[in-house]
Structures are given as C-alpha cells and as structure tokens.
Nanobody, 118 residues
Framework: QVQLVESGGGLVQAGGSLRLSCAASGRSFSSYAMGWFRQAPGKEREFVATISWGAGNTIYSNSVKGRFTISRDNAKKTIYLQMNSLKPEDAAVYYC???????????WGQGTQVTVSS
C-alpha cells in the first residue's frame, strides 16, 4: 500500500514558478513509476508528467514540455514537479500518482491547488 501527500501549491503570478512535492509512504516506493496529473474546474483530469522508477526516464504532456520538470528522490520517497513560466491555463488541482504495474495509476494523492493570476 502506498499513501501520497502533495504539498507546495499556492497562488503565483503568470510567469512565476512553483515546486510541488509528493511524499510517499510504503516500502516499495522506488519500484513504482510516479507522476503528476491535474484537473481544472469543469475539465477532465489530464496527464502532466511521469518518471520511471529505475532510470528516471521522463515523459511530459505537450502543454508543459520545456516548462515543467519532474524529478524523484528515492531516498526521501519524494517526487517533485518544478513548474516554471506558469500560465493562467496551468491553474488546476495537481495530483500525485503512482503506478504499481498497471496501465492506470494505482494510487492517488489528495491534490494540491495551483492558482495562476494573469
């Protein structure tokens, strides 16, 4: 079982930066692929980025590529999402997710709100 707790959300002006963190509990953290999703009001949850458990390979959605960076620290059981050059359309609740070998995430965090003012 894995529990995920996000932090780092808040209010930022357009063009600014935020770093989200996701702390995981559970013994097998280093074997899970991890990632971030987001959901804006009235919209479906969408994929943002993912990082593999081994080599740390990363994949980003086109909407954030070049602006966001996902990373992980297996010793701290934490992943991060560095968000730069934020845009109003990046405003959403950001969710941390973990895959235990299935196509869809097996575990979700409770979400952290990111608000971007124009």
């Amino acid at each position: 079982q894995v529990q995920l707790v996000e932090s780092g959300g808040g209010l930022v002006q357009a063009g600014g930066s935020l770093r989200l963190s996701c702390a995981a509990s559970g013994r097998s953290f280093s074997s899970y692929a991890m990632g971030w999703f987001r959901q804006a009001p009235g919209k479906e949850r969408e994929f943002v980025a993912t990082i593999s458990w081994g080599a740390g390979n990363t994949i980003y959605s086109n909407s954030v590529k070049g602006r966001f960076t996902i990373s992980r620290d297996n010793a701290k059981k934490t992943i991060y999402l560095q968000m730069n050059s934020l845009k109003p359309e990046d405003a959403a609740v950001y969710y941390c997710a973990a895959w235990a070998g299935n196509k869809e995430p097996d575990y979700w965090g409770q979400g952290t709100q990111v608000t971007v003012s124009s």
